[in-house]
């Protein structure tokens, strides 16, 4: 297994502090986090660089992007009902989609992250499944002959393996897998341990939190049964990415020192077995 860490953990540093950070550690890859293009949200969100530029960043070091994690989704109404079937366009979710997967392209990573989306109230299950499914299958359009898949985050209103297995099955594309979130599968009583059969090769990354009394906390430091995902997954043979997805965006004030968060997650993965990363695999770090 590859490992990577999500830049949710580190809004406020640059491109070049996070390349730098990740070869430190051992790091094999980084999710770049984009909230689209335009976006200041993050100092290091790609929309903010030249694609050129980035691979300029990363070359030296050997860390590779995992993932362009953007937030585009396909669930929202067509607005007004009637007119807007009549007139048409391409849904925003599909256009981001799009925008996404050129900047991935662009900057050499395998996958674009993507959300189904929670489906609105006034829809029926079926109702808005079919129109998420058919905005998919224009997303993984937009993917062919690119080098690029599209990997689908449990969420919203498909948490689970099983449910977003329907959405695979009916696009029935090989540029679409699913980026898994056990935490988020486990909330809705789903074994994260069954959803490596359940997705086979349709899994292409796999996103790791851990939790303490409502706080994400280090791998293995938590309530989470993260080691045990990482075990199974070892054991099934999975060579994909692993993403640490430390949330410290969104704490604010308060959170725990990053860099220390980082450097304990990635040793203790390379503990637990199966996860390949270049420094940690060489020996202990020094937390500062």
Known sequence: MKLAFSTVATPEWTLEQVAA???????DGV????FGSGSSQFACDPALTAPEKIRTILAPTGVGVACVASSASYEAPVTPPVIGHIL?????GVKLTAWAVDL???VEAPLVRVFPGTIPGMDTRWTGTNRIVERLEL???TARNTGVQLAIENSGSFTTAVALSELLDRVNSPLLGVAYNPAIAALDGEDPANAINVLGDRLLSVKLRDMLNAKPVALGEGTLPTRKFVEALAKSGYRGWVVHEHD???LGEGREDVRSVLMRSAKALASWGGVAA???ARGPMAVR
Do not use: I, K, S
């Open 21 to 27: 950070f990740a070869e430190e550690v051992g790091y």
């Open 31 to 34: 999710e770049l986090r984009t």
């Open 88 to 92: 048409g366009g391409t849904p925003a």
């Open 104 to 106: 991935a392209a662009r």
């Open 139 to 141: 997303a993984v359009a």
């Open 248 to 250: 410290a965006a969104w």
């Open 278 to 280: 270049r420094g940690v």
